[in-house]
């Protein structure tokens, strides 16, 4: 059996170890917020933070995050005020949305990490994560205005 | 207009409206909806528009009718529904938008519901062709006008006054002469009952009065629910008793499943069952590959039960196919006659007698959509019922091609559809929602398909690959005096019919045929090409490589003539007028060309405010070089400026873009350059990395690894959008795809300008390094 904190509620796993996180969330714990993009890492589309490092959930089992804390877009904050969805919104970031989680979720643990990024950090810390509609110009602005104060 | 220079001008911008499932009751509350959407509505005739559209000719025309598409329930709240597919244009919400505009409702206190798949209720709901808009501008102002005179009457008549007296006002209606006033939720039981009035004798509301339109400050309707989970895309569906599946399918087009064994992939935990899935020969429309489904109890589990399946393919006719071996085969036809798709003139006469000719051959290679939603659905079929969720864009066409699968009337389908996570024309074809009913059906539960990446890279409906050769005749003036552009590529109309040889009238159309420039002699030519794999639309589609090598050649016959490449362009364009080429069947993206001729002045209009705005001419650093491009496509005209830097190891990167766009009378300049700014993005996307080779019949890519798009460390440091303000009675023009086709050839005009180098066969990939 293995047991997780997601969202500040422990879950519990009693199938196959290797499960990837993502699969878990989405399916077996209902969690649809944090996406499927590539299933190899490449896209940051089902980034979830554990701890307080982003992680891509589609390539981490469930097996390696016994234990641990994590967050996902659905808990980053309650009433969805955490100061990057609040600047996502002022700046009107998405098109499509599909894979806002994960940008917010990196975004997110940027800041934890470093909490006034230049705009070459911001450029370099998201380049994990692959936005098709091609938001990159609003998401840029968007962590830097969520870093200086929505 | 740039949004993003100034974020402190957004401020405020964020709306508290949101989209919320609106009960049965409710409707039925509200305004003469009845029997839950289900009427026999009449089709009212479209008379008072003032100026026609090709929606009319689209399946199932246009329905213009309150009390299919408004609701006003007794608490006030307006529910009015988008039928068509939000895939991040934010159609979603400017359609409802208008409605609320002309009706006088209160953005607030507006809910969008999402339409079910029904063109007879609803009209044509395919949302591709960048036509959302330029469709349903008028309609949706007469559908706001209609619910909007149907208050005004419930109201007159409730005060015992004459309707000309009353006037509906930011969500009531109100009596100025004795100071009353009636909230829309206290008229909508009586509003109701009115009858709707006739289009002929609506009131449209003044431009100058518009609250919402034109203006960009109402944020997409689904912005909080994306910025916090909540937002539904098709993945995201989950029904009790419901099953994970994935499919393995033939690798070659049209290839067969020979064996299998599925004894390793039962053994894997969490599979429950391994079953064939039926395919179609291919060619065959979207019906599905077919293959081997695997059935899990999540994705992750039928994701490795496909692993471990064993299995044995017949290849067939197209697993020679090569892409190496067959772009030789495109150039080489390239250099031929082939058929004659549009003449003026003498071109080969011209070509023989000029001083001087200039040849381009452009390469644009297969192209893969990759949405960042890779295609799912999920379909619950019981007996002869069906219901899907999907993220679709045709959810008309999905629903008859489900029914059709399935053998069942189209009546007993139902397709919910859901918000798209990317579409690009790739959810314009529904094969993954039929393969879902497909194995609904065998299963009696329901049943979700999930697409990997590598199914999404590998099974595409490709944009078409092509070889486009340009040979320009220059006198000694070096005035351009022939033209002849021969265009190789396999058409669309493959995936429909085998056979097809040649591109059809709507490909031809897209940047071929309709090409602008004053040239005396004019040829186009279309030599065969026939297709190996399974060929689609893509985002502006037969306009991306026309664009590239028809502005290139600008730029090669600015470099020939030692001119200026944006004065070499406007000469191209020549006098302001409409240009009228002798072309049989010209297609003009489904549009009449009275509403939308091709306007060389609106096109030399958009290269001088770009020119302006993005400071052509500038002086910029040792390494950097600007370049220019313009085409009409969508019906819309767009100018693009790209700054390069090439450093000496040959480095690219994007300093600035610069956009000006002409899309006739607009609903949401915010989202407009969004779009904009997309297409910035994928345009260099596609130019620099996009690229999908085929050998033995097999895609040789898989995943975000070998098919790279572009990520935010090398996207274009600033775009800048410039909208051009339309004219009183200009007819609104596409705006989701006409920003992709200008970017390569501006691109590449710029490498050349920064560093010589001509590059003529996309991607750029490392020919900027030798």
């Known amino acids: 059996m293995i047991k997780v904190k997601i969202n500040g509620q422990e879950q519990s796993w009693d199938g196959d170890p290797d499960l990837p996180l993502l699969w878990f969330l989405r399916d077996e ?71 806002q989680a994960g940008q917010i979720m990196q975004a997110a643990a940027l800041l934890m990490d470093n909490p006034k990024p230049s705009h070459d950090q911001i450029r370099e810390a998201m380049s994990g994560n692959i936005c098709r509609c091609g938001c990159y110009q609003r998401i840029e602005n968007a962590v830097h205005l969520a870093s200086t104060g929505v | 207009m740039n949004f993003i220079d100034n974020p402190e001008k957004l401020r405020g911008f964020e709306k508290n409206v949101r989209v919320e499932k609106v009960s049965r009751r409710s409707i039925l509350k509200g305004l003469g909806i009845t029997g839950g959407f289900v009427l026999a509505a009449p089709v009212m005739s479209r008379q008072a528009f003032a100026y026609e559209t090709g929606a009319d000719k689209m399946p199932h025309g246009v329905v213009v009718d309150p009390r299919v598409f408004v609701a006003v329930a007794p608490d006030g709240t307006v529910t009015i529904l988008a039928h068509r597919a939000e895939m991040g244009t934010g159609v979603r919400t400017s359609l409802p938008l208008i409605v609320a505009e002309e009706m006088e409702a209160d953005w607030s206190r507006v809910k969008v519901q999402q339409a079910h798949g029904d063109e007879v209720k609803f009209g044509n709901q395919d949302t591709d062709g960048s036509r959302s808009t330029r469709h349903y501008l008028i309609p949706m102002r007469q559908i706001g006008a ?15 006054v004459p309707a000309t007296e009353v006037k509906a006002v930011n969500h009531e209606v109100v009596h100025s002469a004795t100071s009353r006033k009636l909230g829309f939720g206290e008229l909508a039981a009586d509003a109701a009952k009115e009858s709707v009035p006739s289009i002929e004798g609506l009131k449209l509301k003044d431009p100058k009065d518009f609250r919402y339109l034109g203006k960009g400050q109402i944020s997409i309707v689904d912005l909080h629910d994306i910025t916090t989970g909540k937002a539904r895309y098709g993945a995201d569906v989950r029904l009790p008793g419901m099953k994970y599946a994935v499919i393995a399918r033939p690798p070659v087009t049209g290839g067969k ?39 899990a109890r999540n994705t992750g589990a039928a994701i490795k039960g496909r692993d471990a399946l064993k299995l044995t393919w017949d290849d067939g006719a197209n697993g020679k196919y090569d892409s190496v071996a067959y772009r030789k085969e495109l150039e080489e036809a390239s250099r031929k006659p082939g058929l004659v798709v549009r003449q003026e003139g003498d071109a080969d006469a011209a070509l023989k007698g000029a ?40 959810p008309g066409g999905t629903r008859e091609d489900v029914a059709k699968t399935l053998g069942i009337p189209e009546g007993n389908v139902t397709v919910n559809v859901t918000l798209l996570g990317g579409g690009f024309g790739r959810k314009s074809k529904c094969d993954f929602a039929l393969e879902a009913a497909l194995l609904s059906k065998e299963l009696g539960a329901p049943v979700k398909v999930q697409w990997t990446r590598e199914d999404d890279v590998r099974h595409d409906f490709l944009h078409t690959v092509s070889v486009e050769r340009i040979e320009a005749g220059l006198d000694k003036s070096g005035k351009v005096i022939a033209w002849r552009h021969r265009s ?68 090669e016959i600015a470099h020939a003539t030692g001119r ?20 049989k069947d010209m297609w003009n993206y489904g549009e009449p060309f009275d509403s939308y001729p091709i ?122 959008v410039y909208i051009v303000p339309p004219g009183p009675d200009t007819p609104p023009s596409g705006a989701g795809e006409p920003g992709v086709p200008p970017f390569a050839p501006a691109l590449m005009n710029a490498i050349f300008a920064a560093t010589g180098k001509r590059i003529r066969n996309l991607p750029l990939g490392k020919q900027l390094e030798a």
């Open chain 2, 257 to 295: 499943l020979v064996s299998f064994d599925p004894d390793a992939a039962l053994k894997v935990p969490g599979v429950e069952k391994v079953m064939q899935v039926r395919g179609w020969p291919w060619p065959s429309k979207f019906q599905p590959l077919g293959g081997v489904a695997v059935i």
């Open chain 1, 29 to 99: 714990a209902g969690l649809t917020g944090t996406k499927f993009g590539c299933g190899q890492a490449l896209c940051g589309a089902c980034t979830v933070i554990v701890d307080k490092e982003a992680v891509r959930a589609c390539i981490t089992s469930i097996n390696d995050v016994a234990g641990r804390e994590i967050t996902t877009i659905e808990g980053l904050h309650p009433n969805g005020d955490h100061p990057v969805q609040k600047a996502w919104r002022q700046v009107n970031v998405p098109q499509c949305g599909f894979c």
């Open chain 2, 146 to 160: 209609s619910a909007r005179t149907m208050l005004e009457q419930a109201a007159a008549k409730r005060w015992g």
């Open chain 2, 599 to 720: 306007d060389t002045a609106r096109l030399r209009k958009v290269v001088e405010l770009v020119a302006e705005k993005g400071e052509w001419g500038r002086q910029v650093p040792k390494g950097h070089g600007l370049g220019i491009a313009v085409h009409r496509s969508f019906v819309s005209y767009i100018a693009t400026i790209v700054e390069v830097a090439v450093d000496d190891k040959g480095k690219l990167t994007v300093p600035r873009v610069d956009t000006a766009i002409d899309c006739g009378t607009y609903v949401n300049p915010e989202r407009i350059a969004s779009q904009i700014e997309g297409a910035a993005i994928m345009g260099l996307s596609l130019a620099k990395y996009g690229e999908i080779t085929f050998k033995d019949g097999k895609v040789q890519q898989k995943n975000f690894d070998d098919f790279q798009v572009l990520r935010m460390d090398e996207s274009p440091l600033v775009t800048n």
């Open chain 2, 564 to 583: 200026d490449q944006k004065e070499t362009l406007l000469a191209l364009i020549g006098t302001p007028r409409i240009v009228k080429p002798a072309v």
């Open chain 2, 488 to 555: 190789v590529a396999p058409s669309i109309a493959s995936t429909f019919a085998a056979g097809a040889k040649h591109e059809a009238p709507f490909e031809l159309g897209m940047g071929l045929v309709d090409m602008p420039f004053e040239i005396a002699n004019i040829s186009c030519e279309n030599p065969e090409a026939a297709a190996f794999t399974r060929i689609g639309w893509f985002r502006s589609v037969s306009n991306i490589p026309r664009a590239f090598a028809v502005q290139s050649m600008v730029g």
């Open chain 2, 355 to 394: 001083d001087k000719i200039v040849v381009g051959e452009y390469y644009l290679p297969h192209l893969a959509h990759v949405s960042m939603e890779p295609p799912v659905a999920v379909a619950d079929v019981k007996g002869d019922k069906a219901e899907i969720w999907a993220p679709v864009q045709s």
